[in-house]
């Protein structure tokens, strides 16, 4: 059976299923598991790794040096996303991602994204996991993935180079324009802080009606 389909096949095989592409993810193998699942199978893999990711954070607390991975990678919106969807995947994604102990930025302008994100591997998997399954974008092209020392990121933000059309994009935004001198004013870059600020450069400078700092 495919990753894509999915019949009426009962609460067994579902399980077999969602314990694979667990699995999988454990080992880092969560590239292999992009083709859709159907909505059933998508809840119950979300809902099994977004549970493992916070067992294996508890386990870890309590040592004395966190494991961490980093990805990146970008994206394109499938069709443009309207000021209410944009604020959803706000949301959803900023709960998700602190429940899981991700951290990290996701940028966006006029349809393009670009996110690198970080935490304990099974987080990271389980988050990887729901972007890939994501129907709001495609053309997905991985930039990074490597074990990294310390975080980047205390928690996870998404800012817009564009004009922000929400309540909820100007104060996301705001978070991040606060925060970029002293990222900028590091001594020393991580690949991924750089894919990060290299965007937000090119977005701002072809977006002329956004005020404020860079």
């Known amino acids: 059976m495919g990753w894509e389909s999915c019949p009426a096949i009962g609460h067994g095989r579902d399980r ?4 694979r592409i667990c699995r999988a993810a454990s080992h880092g193998s969560i590239g292999r598991v992009s083709a859709p699942l159907c909505p ?5 893999v979300t809902s099994r790794l977004a549970m493992d990711a916070c067992i294996a954070w508890r386990n870890a607390s309590g040592s004395r040096m966190e494991q961490l991975v980093a990805v990146a990678y970008q994206s394109v919106a499938v069709t443009p996303l309207d000021t209410r969807e944009l604020d959803e995947l706000l949301m959803d994604a900023r709960a998700f991602n602190a429940k899981a102990q991700i951290s990290g930025a996701l940028l966006h302008h006029n349809g393009l ?3 690198y994100f970080e935490g304990p591997p099974v987080a990271v998997a389980a988050v990887y996991f729901r972007i890939r399954q994501s129907r709001r974008h495609g053309q997905l092209t991985e930039l990074l993935h490597e074990p990294i020392l310390v975080r980047e990121f205390a928690r996870w933000q998404m800012a817009f180079a564009e ?6 994009e100007q104060i996301s935004n705001e978070a991040w324009v606060s925060g970029l001198p002293s ?5 020393v870059r991580s690949p991924g802080l750089q894919l990060l600020l290299d965007f937000w450069d090119v977005a701002r400078r072809s977006a002329p009606s956004q005020q404020g700092p860079n």
């Open 163 to 168: 004009a922000p059309r929400s309540v909820l």
């Open 113 to 115: 994204f670009l996110q």
């Open 183 to 187: 990222l900028r004013d590091r001594q």
């Open 16 to 19: 077999l299923v969602v314990a």
């Open 40 to 44: 059933r199978l998508r809840r119950q």
